[in-house]
């Protein structure tokens, strides 16, 4: 088992910043992508961002490139979320997730393990 626990979300302005932290205990050896999910209210839950735990590729959706970027800190098993120029659409609940397979990271379906999120809120 691997538990996921999610820390640095808030209440920020529209350009502000924020960097989201999940921090990971249990059987982390195990896993092979981590990622950021985000659900807004009355939406259904989206791919953010995900990074193949032992190497260096990186993914992101269209709306958030060259504004966020997914970091780790394996000595520390945490994964990060820089979130730079922030939009009022960003808001939501942000989830961090793990999976123990490769596959198609922009599906929810494909990781195994969820902390409870964190929420952002943009204001305009």
């Known amino acids: 088992q691997v538990q996921l626990v999610e820390s640095g979300g808030g209440l920020v302005q529209a350009g502000d910043s924020l960097r989201l932290s999940c921090a990971a205990s249990?059987?982390?050896?195990?896993?092979?992508?981590r990622g950021w999910f985000r659900q807004a209210p009355g939406k259904e839950r989206e791919f953010v961002a995900a990074i193949r735990w032992s190497g260096v590729s990186t993914y992101y959706r269209d709306s958030v490139k060259g504004r966020f970027t997914i970091s780790r800190d394996s000595a520390k098993d945490t994964l990060y979320l820089q979130m730079n120029n922030l939009k009022p659409e960003d808001t939501a609940v942000y989830y961090c997730?793990?999976?123990?397979?490769?596959?198609?990271?922009?599906?929810?379906?494909?990781?195994?393990?969820w902390g409870l999120g964190t929420q952002v809120t943009v204001s305009s």
């Open positions: 997730a793990a999976a123990r397979y490769s596959g198609n990271v922009v599906y929810d379906s494909m990781y195994d393990y």
């Open positions: 249990g059987r982390t050896v195990s896993t092979y992508y």
